[in-house]
């Protein structure tokens, strides 16, 4: 019943930023939680961000602490994840997530398509 659409990706050299858009259709935007993961080459899709479907609650992963923020606006049913001061390490597939209730949780209900973010040297 959730359809989440990903964009913002694309290629930045390290130290530069991106912000990275989440659209969200289905379902009613707050009634859902939501947050981001990502999935780098080789290795396993590891939580990156979430907020809480009232948006009065976030969590980040360490690796990204400090430098990423996400945030939602409940007037374009749309979730952001504004990252700042890229490393190469943040070079992966970011997939939008979503899930039924208060927290996104560690098995997100719905999922985007994903889009690449590469970070250059």
């Known amino acids: 019943q959730v359809q989440l659409v990903e964009s913002g990706g694309g290629l930045v050299q390290a130290g530069g930023s991106l912000r990275l858009s989440c659209a969200v259709s289905g379902r009613t935007f707050s009634s859902v939680a939501m947050g981001w993961f990502r999935q780098a080459p080789g290795k396993e899709r590891e939580f990156v961000a979430a907020i809480t479907r009232s948006g009065g609650s976030t969590n980040y992963a360490d690796s990204v602490k400090g430098r990423f923020t996400i945030s939602r606006d409940s007037a374009r049913n749309t979730v952001y994840l504004q990252m700042n001061s890229l490393k190469p390490e943040d070079t992966a597939v970011y997939y939008c997530?979503?899930?039924?209730?208060?927290?996104?949780?560690?098995?997100?209900?719905?999922w985007g398509q994903g889009t690449q973010v590469t970070v250059s040297s």
């Open positions: 997530a979503a899930s039924r209730g208060y927290g996104l949780g560690s098995t997100p209900d719905y």
